[in-house]
């Protein structure tokens, strides 16, 4: 099940910004975060696939949404220029971003190789 986070819950579980200079995760596996759009198409393209993905590592990582056009402020601070965007958050180290809508296998690549996680 894919959670959407506003910008409280995004604080308590993957990053409080406000009390933090250096990176400091907050949740307790690896996340992966979607920045997306309602509108914006390729956003729709990768949603199912996050749906599938959330089945497939279902109690190993979190997976997230934040709307851009509601969490203004938590896309500015990750400089989310363009959507979809998607944060990758290793439950050590720092987190990587990629844009784009990306094949299920490239998902699958990045979530062994950034996050450390197997099916």
């Given at each position: ?84 965007s998607l944060l990758f958050v290793p439950k050590?180290?720092q987190p990587q971003m990629a844009q784009g ?19």
């Amino acid at each position: 099940m894919l959670e959407h986070l506003t910008k409280e819950t995004f604080k308590e579980k993957v990053f409080n910004y406000e009390a933090n200079k250096e990176w400091a995760f907050e949740g307790d596996k690896p996340c992966m975060i979607d920045f997306y759009a309602d509108w914006c198409q390729p956003c729709k393209m990768v949603a199912p696939i996050l749906e599938e993905l959330s089945k497939d590592y279902d109690g190993k990582i979190d997976i997230y949404k934040v709307d851009t056009e509601a969490e203004q402020e938590l896309a500015s601070i990750f400089g989310i220029r363009s959507i979809p965007s998607l944060l990758f958050v290793p439950k050590d180290g720092q987190p990587q971003m990629a844009q784009g809508a990306l094949p299920k296998d490239t998902f699958e690549k990045a979530i062994k190789d950034v996050l450390n996680v197997e099916k």
